[in-house]
T-cell receptor
Framework: ETGVTQSPTHLIKTRGQQVTLRCSSQ?????VSWYQQALGQGPQFIFQ???????GRGNFPPRFSGLQFPNYSSELNVNALELDDSALYLC?????????????FGPGTRLTVL | GESVGLHLPTLSVQEGDNSIINCAYS??????FIWYKQESGKGPQFIID?????DKRQGQRVTVLLNKTVKHLSLQIAATQPGDSAVYFC?????????????FGAGTRLAVHP
């Protein structure tokens, strides 16, 4: 176990709805990255948060947004859900400034959009 | 765009045999690579990493080989066990934005038969 937790485990939404996913980083880690993993594919980088600010973003539209809190936990928000948003959403924590090449992943949240 | 991909989508081996999983990458400037193992219902788990100034690194039952000339990476698992059955991803660290993001390939499923 990595010490990274995510909630909820599973979620079912309908098109057009909004969703919030949560992640608690491993103790001592100050950076959280979010990834989207479609079925049968590798994870795709969404964005990264450090010191409560987004400091990097992949090729995802603005309806994907996030937050990081003072305790380094993080949220991923997706507005106006589309069918293609159905995926496993993974968060990974790391420690910037202490050789943060290794990112520790949580178990993911499985989102199904109907 | 930059990508990390895999040659074989599925690999079936007999228990006790050695397994070799291959990966090709396209960004010649990458200087850090990681292999992850993902079991069903779990997030990716770090297996082993290698820097670009190395061509081989060994762990417990695993060896990663890096050939920068042909931009090829491989993961060798010795004496494969049923518990090794999972999807394996190679990932590249991209630091071009001043932060570390992982670029994953599509993955190879390893099936170990008794």
């Amino acid at each position: 176990e990595t010490g990274v937790t995510q909630s909820p485990t599973h979620l079912i939404k309908t098109r057009g709805q909004q969703v919030t996913l949560r992640c608690s980083s491993q103790s001592g880690h100050n950076t959280v990255s979010w990834y989207q993993q479609a079925l049968g594919q590798g994870p795709q980088f969404i964005f990264q948060y450090y010191r409560e600010e987004e400091n990097g973003r992949g090729n995802f539209p603005p309806r994907f947004s996030g937050l990081q809190f003072p305790n380094y936990s993080s949220e991923l928000n997706v507005n106006a859900l589309e069918l293609d948003d159905s995926a496993l959403y993974l968060c990974a924590s790391s420690s910037r400034g202490r050789g943060d090449n290794e990112q520790f992943f949580g178990p993911g949240t499985r989102l199904t959009v109907l | 765009g930059e990508s990390v991909g895999l040659h074989l989508p599925t690999l079936s081996v007999q228990e006790g045999d050695n397994s070799i999983i291959n990966c090709a990458y396209s960004n010649s400037a990458s200087d850090y690579f990681i292999w992850y193992k993902q079991e069903s219902g779990k997030g990716p788990q770090f297996i082993i990493d290698i820097r670009s100034n190395m061509d081989k690194r060994q762990g417990q039952r695993v060896t990663v080989l890096l050939n920068k000339t042909v931009k090829h990476l491989s993961l060798q698992i010795a004496a494969t066990q049923p518990g090794d059955s999972a999807v394996y991803f190679c990932a590249e660290i991209n630091s071009s934005g001043g932060y570390n993001k992982l670029i994953f390939g599509a993955g190879t499923r390893l099936a170990v038969h008794p």
